[in-house]
């Protein structure tokens, strides 16, 4: 089964800061990869699509990139809201895998 | 809009079985694949099981393989998850969630509150 690695496991940082997180993946998946953002309590939300394609309705201060093996979610000035965990996702496969996730905390 | 409401969870036995539901409405529910994903207390998501728009293919994790059944009713825009012998570590809020796609090869873009199912003796 093809694995997803996520770094980091946590992340601080501050209301204005760009951060950035990593999801490795055990090997290629082109670009069958989706991140969402979950916050306590909360039903995961879908963020990105397809490695890079922003979902309708979600702040363009997200963005994703990569293919094959290493993928990254970008976010370009936090704000208060954006305090949550981050998870990547392996679709089109089975199983379906998610990375462990990176919580994104307040410095 | 989209509604994905989960219920049939509790607190069972270990070796005891549990049936979940999904009711869907806000979009064709039957031209949807659908998905049921799990997080333990404290832990990350997992996904469970995936079933196409019309039944016609399942996929199960291996931890549940052989023990879970998904299937879903068209008719009354709902999807199931029948749990047999459930173990401790079957504890976990349970989501269902839309696939994008008819088969279940997508992303998630629509996901329940989840449903709260506790196994322990």
């Known amino acids: 089964d093809i694995q997803l690695t996520q770094s980091p496991s946590t992340l601080s940082a501050s209301v204005g800061d760009r951060v950035t997180i990593t999801c490795r993946a055990s090997?290629?998946?082109?670009?069958?990869l989706a991140w969402y953002q979950q916050k306590p309590g909360k039903a995961p939300k879908v963020l990105i699509n397809?490695?890079?394609r922003l979902q309708s309705g979600v702040p363009s201060r997200f963005s994703g990139s990569g293919s094959g093996t290493e993928f990254t979610l970008t976010i370009s000035s936090l704000q208060p809201d954006d305090f949550a965990t981050y998870y990547c996702?392996?679709?089109?496969?089975?199983?379906?895998?998610f990375g462990q996730g990176t919580k994104l905390e307040i410095k | 809009q989209v509604q994905l409401v989960e219920s049939g969870g509790g607190v069972v036995q270990p070796g005891r079985s549990l049936r979940l539901s999904c009711a869907a409405s806000?979009?064709?529910?039957?031209?949807?694949?659908m998905h049921w994903v799990r997080q333990a207390p404290g832990k990350g998501l997992e996904w469970v099981a995936g079933?196409?728009?019309?039944?016609?293919?399942?996929y199960y994790a291996d931890s549940v393989k052989g023990r879970f059944t998904i299937s879903r009713d068209n008719s009354r825009n709902t999807v199931y998850l029948q749990m047999n012998s459930l173990r401790v570590e079957d504890t976990a809020v349970y989501y269902c969630?839309?696939?994008?796609?008819?088969?279940?090869?997508?992303?998630?873009?629509?996901w329940g509150q989840g449903t709260l199912v506790t196994v322990s003796s």
């Open positions: 996702q392996l679709y089109n496969n089975y199983p379906v895998t």
């Open positions: 969630a839309k696939d994008i796609y008819t088969s279940s090869s997508g992303w998630f873009d629509f």
């Open positions: 397809q490695a890079s």
């Open positions: 079933i196409w728009y019309d039944e016609s293919n399942e």
């Open positions: 090997e290629s998946i082109s670009y069958w």
């Open positions: 806000g979009f064709t529910f039957s031209s949807s694949g």
